[in-house]
């Protein structure tokens, strides 16, 4: 049977998020924007949550505990409610962690876990998406090629977060003849093992340090690579999922800002939201927040449960980042010309919003 109950440690898990992102993120989130820098502090803080070492066994100097899709999708949500570029570099390590946990090697564990410091962020990251106006996952450009000992990579990768710093980068590439998704396999690239070129520069998540890399003959040795065996439809299904939560928690906070807005705003003597139109939008927006919030819950509660969840994730991605544009275009409706001007945040979460029609792996549960 379906329960939405949350037990009393993701209740925990929720509140201690929520308090992060209200009281540390929400502060520094405009102030970011603007520079295009997250202040470190920011991201040691979310880092000591514990959140991208949690699951990491003991063994390897991690918590120890469970892997759990449905207790990420809780954090995520509420994360990406304080600030989406701060959530996606805190949780950047974790795009390389979970594939390790589901599909490493021991030996690949115990040399990558142990980087993991509790007190320290140690980034690691994965790279996916390719800079091209027809970029098809299942047709990827990135190949890598058998070469002895070693594989070949050749292509390139955009929107890869924290590359400049990351000690490690998961590279997805095609691997011999393999069809669709099945074909790719993850490559571990250390620090200075590609080139590293221009810092985006896009629309949204203006915070967050995202590169495009050139893997121009970079050298991978065999016991680097994760035999995915074909499960990288199972990583995308994640990242998929993720994508639905940290849509869930932008489009939250820019409905409840309009909402509060529109009860503040008087206009003709009564406060806008008591107009029909603006109500009536006010409504549709809370229903399709909830709408999204359970295709994640369901999609990850199929993860936990062994299930494949690559329809309900994808289907679920696509539904929300249609509802992230029409929940962020109301919202600075709602506020008219206040939603054209800096001083409210609404016109940034309409800007981030726009980041989930074009992304794949910006986070992963």
């Not at 849509?247 to 906070?253: I, W």
């Not at 994730?313 to 709602?334: E, P, W």
Request: charged share 25%; net charge negative.
């Amino acid at each position: 049977m379906v329960s939405f109950e949350l037990s009393e440690e993701q209740a925990l898990l929720r509140d201690t998020c929520r308090d992060f992102a209200l009281t540390i993120m929400r502060k520094q989130d405009r102030p970011a924007d603007e520079s295009g820098e997250i202040p470190a502090d920011i991201i040691k803080q979310g880092h000591e949550l514990g959140l991208t070492t949690g699951y990491i066994p003991e063994a390897y100097g991690g918590a120890g505990g469970q892997l759990s899709a449905l207790d990420s999708v809780i954090v995520l949500e509420e994360l990406a409610y304080g600030n989406l570029s701060m959530t996606v570099n805190i949780l950047a390590p974790s795009l390389m962690n979970i594939p390790l946990m589901l599909y490493g090697t021991e030996e690949q564990k115990k040399k990558y876990f142990t980087m993991n410091k509790p007190d320290q962020f140690q980034g690691f990251t994965a790279a996916l998406v390719e800079p091209s106006v027809r970029f098809d996952i299942e047709s990827l450009k990135t190949t890598a090629a058998d070469d002895g000992d070693d594989f070949v990579l050749n292509g390139e990768k955009a929107f890869v977060s924290i590359a400049d710093s990351a000690l490690a980068t998961l590279v997805f590439a095609k691997k011999g003849s393999g069809e669709g998704l099945a074909g790719i396999d993850g490559f571990i690239v250390p620090a200075g093992g590609f080139t590293v070129k221009e810092r985006e520069k896009n629309q949204g998540l203006r915070a967050l340090k995202q590169f495009t890399l050139s893997l121009d003959g970079s050298r991978v040795a065999r016991n680097e690579v994760l035999k995915l065996s074909g499960g990288f439809a199972n990583l995308l299904a994640r990242a998929r999922t993720a994508s639905i939560a940290l849509t869930t928690g932008v489009c939250r906070a820019a409905y409840e800002y309009a909402l509060a807005y529109a009860k503040e705003r008087i206009a003709f003597g009564e406060p806008i939201a008591s107009r029909q139109s603006v109500a009536f939008t006010l409504a549709e927006m809370a229903m399709e927040i909830d709408a999204i919030r359970l295709m994640a819950w369901k999609s990850a509660w199929m993860l936990d449960k062994g299930m494949d969840a690559y329809k309900e994730a994808s289907l679920g991605k696509r539904y929300a980042a249609d509802t992230a544009m029409f929940i962020t275009r109301n919202a600075t409706q709602i506020l008219g010309g206040h939603g054209f001007v800096r001083e409210h945040p609404v016109e940034m979460w309409y800007r981030d919003a726009r980041s989930f029609a074009v992304s794949e792996f910006m986070a992963i549960v």
